[in-house]
């Protein structure tokens, strides 16, 4: 029976041109969000309102599924739309609204009406009674309660007429595309895919970068982190997504430099190329999915080690979270099933069985000299061979 969607959005921080900017990504992101939904729909924007029109065919659960993925959004609420036809046909259609979409017993409502149409004949207060007394005329076992009532009946009167009373939770955030733009280090595991999750539900675009080690990490290994970037796409919009082989310096670095360092070189190389790709791409930051202490080289004085090579900001939106936080969100986001899937990432296979946990920067930085003779040639390369795949 609903062919409307009504769009709520918060409405902090978007005053004056602002505004315009916020309303025109959410209306992008809504587009975007329901590009591969059944049906046809139209997005569009009225009075300080945004609309999603549905034709007959669509699916309400998978419109609602997909609409509560667009951050920016904080109700989703859907409405029957009619015209304005006298207050006695008003009437009529409020209690077939109620018919339709209630099990009418003796609920307890409330009706709320905005009129934002100066012109309509009668004051907001003055149509909520007078719908109210309908409402009671016509299902006599129903109780007004003006303070927690059941069913809480929005009527807003504009150029046509909007009834509702259901206002779905949205994700809340920023849409995508208000706050620039980051390059996220997406690897196959649990934390990185939340980090990008949590940084674009503040309206930040993302890129990604993953470090592919072949042979020693799977060509299925990489589908993974395609098959994650996928699902965080559907919440941030298109990810465009550079696989860089890691494998010959990370063999390198292997041979070259003390085991125990391994990891912390190799992490410092990884931010040094994707910072590389995050200039290319117009990125104002990096972000990781480290959280303090959660391994060796998440250690206060690893974090450091790997940050000194880097110019850019970089953005850890999990580093306070401990790993059941980052879990539950995992699940909810729905990166969690395929996080978990067994392949092997290219860490894992190069890790020392004691790594340093408190690195001493010019101890590293001395090892990483032992590399001067081919690295520069070597991270080159890697970015020369780069693959990058625009998933959505
Ligand atoms: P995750 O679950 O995100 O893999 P993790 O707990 O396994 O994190 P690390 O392997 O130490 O932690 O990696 C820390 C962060 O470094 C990751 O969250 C990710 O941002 C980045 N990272 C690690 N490995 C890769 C990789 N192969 N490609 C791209 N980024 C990576
Ligand atoms: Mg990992």
Redesign the pocket.
């Known amino acids: 029976m609903f062919k409307t969607f009504l769009i709520k959005y918060g409405e902090i921080g978007i005053k004056g041109k602002n505004r315009h900017l916020f309303e025109d990504a959410l209306v992008k992101q809504i587009r975007y969000a329901l590009k591969d939904a059944e049906g046809e729909f139209f997005v569009y924007r009225n009075q300080g309102r945004i609309y999603v029109d549905c034709n007959s065919l669509y699916d309400y659960d998978e419109v609602v599924e997909k609409l509560q993925k667009v951050f920016g959004i904080v109700g989703i609420c859907p409405v029957v739309t009619t015209e304005d036809k006298g207050l006695e046909a008003l009437g009529t259609d409020v209690i077939d609204f109620l018919k339709n979409v209630y099990d009418i017993r003796d609920q307890s409502f409330k009706v709320m009406t905005r009129r934002a149409r100066k012109d309509y004949p009668m004051e907001s207060m003055e149509i909520s009674a007078y719908l109210g007394e309908r409402i009671l005329q016509a299902f006599p076992d129903m109780k007004v309660d003006v303070h927690h009532p059941e069913i809480m009946l929005h009527v807003e009167i504009r150029e046509k007429i909007y009834i509702y009373s259901k206002i779905i939770p949205g994700p809340g955030g920023m849409p995508v595309g208000t706050n620039g733009k980051a390059m996220l ?8 895919p939340v ?1 990008g999750y949590m940084i674009c539900k503040r309206g930040v675009k993302l890129d990604a ?3 592919h080690a072949p042979p020693y990490t799977s060509e299925r290994a990489k589908e993974k982190v395609v098959d994650l970037a996928r699902i965080v796409a559907q919440y941030a919009g298109p990810i465009n997504l550079h696989v860089v082989n890691f494998t010959d310096i990370q063999l390198y670095i292997y041979d070259q430099c003390p085991h125990d360092e391994l990891t912390i070189i190799m992490r410092r190389y ?1 931010m040094k190329i994707a910072e590389h790709f995050a200039r290319q791409d117009g990125d104002l930051a990096l972000v ?3 959280s303090i202490g ?2 060796a ?2 250690t206060m004085q690893s974090l450091a080690a790997t940050n000194e090579v880097c110019t850019m900001p970089v953005f850890r939106p999990l580093i306070g979270f401990d790993k059941q936080e980052i879990v539950d969100v995992s699940e909810k986001i729905g990166t969690y099933e395929t996080s978990i899937l067994p392949y092997e ?3 894992t296979i190069f890790v020392a069985k004691h790594p340093v946990t408190k690195p001493n920067l010019n101890v590293i930085k001395r090892s990483e000299q032992k590399l001067n003779e081919k690295i520069d040639e070597l991270v080159r390369t890697a970015i020369e061979t780069t693959e990058t795949i625009l998933v959505e």
């Open positions: 280090l997406l690897s196959g595991g649990i934390d990185s980090a970068t993953y470090f990884m990781t999915g480290e959660q391994v080289s998440q990432d290219c860490c």
